[in-house]
């Protein structure tokens, strides 16, 4: 029979064991605000191609594993933005990853609440916890959105933002 003292520790452990298996992994994540489904998305690095009234929704890093083609990242983005509910993704900087991926991998960092991104936006200063252990920082230009070739030789992470547009009335 288990001691009180041996049950504890086993708890100890297997709690300690599900931490280290859940940091390890990193998985697609939900924003913290999502918007009605969107049928369409426009994937820009122009910071003057968004619209005066778009509200920043998704702060988030994308993990791009090597393999992937232009047209599957493109594809992949497109679908995760849409079903967040984005009319624009805002591409930034991306830099070599530390971490293999087998798929793409989006993560949040917030904000608690939608933003106004011509009022609000203060540039890229979201999830340098993680980013600071990145690579080198790699090109991300307008060609890397199409074709069929494999998009980066080794596994990246990009800052990218969600945004909502609505109409001027």
């Known amino acids: ?57 998704a702060q988030l890093i994308i993990t791009v594993p090597a393999d992937i083609s232009a047209s599957a990242l493109k594809s992949s983005i497109e679908r995760y933005a849409m ?40 540039g890229w200063k979201f999830g340098f916890s993680d980013w600071n252990h990145g690579g080198a920082l790699v090109d991300y230009g307008h060609d890397r959105l199409e074709g069929s070739e494999a998009v980066f030789e080794v596994p990246v992470e990009g800052q990218a933002l969600l945004l909502s547009c609505t109409p001027k009335s």
Request: glycine fraction near 6%.
């Open 1 to 57: 029979m288990l001691s009180s003292r041996n049950v504890h520790r086993a708890v100890i452990a297997g709690i300690i064991g599900l931490f280290l298996v859940s940091c390890s992994e990193k998985q697609n994540q939900v924003p913290a605000t999502v918007m009605p489904a969107t049928s369409s998305v426009q994937i820009t690095l122009d910071e003057k191609s968004i619209p005066d009234t778009c509200d920043v929704f």
């Open 83 to 122: 079903n967040s509910g984005a009319d624009f993704v805002l591409i930034g900087m991306t830099r070599e990853s530390n971490d293999e991926a087998e798929q793409v991998i989006f993560q949040t960092y917030g904000p608690k609440t939608p933003y106004s991104f011509k009022k609000r936006w203060l």
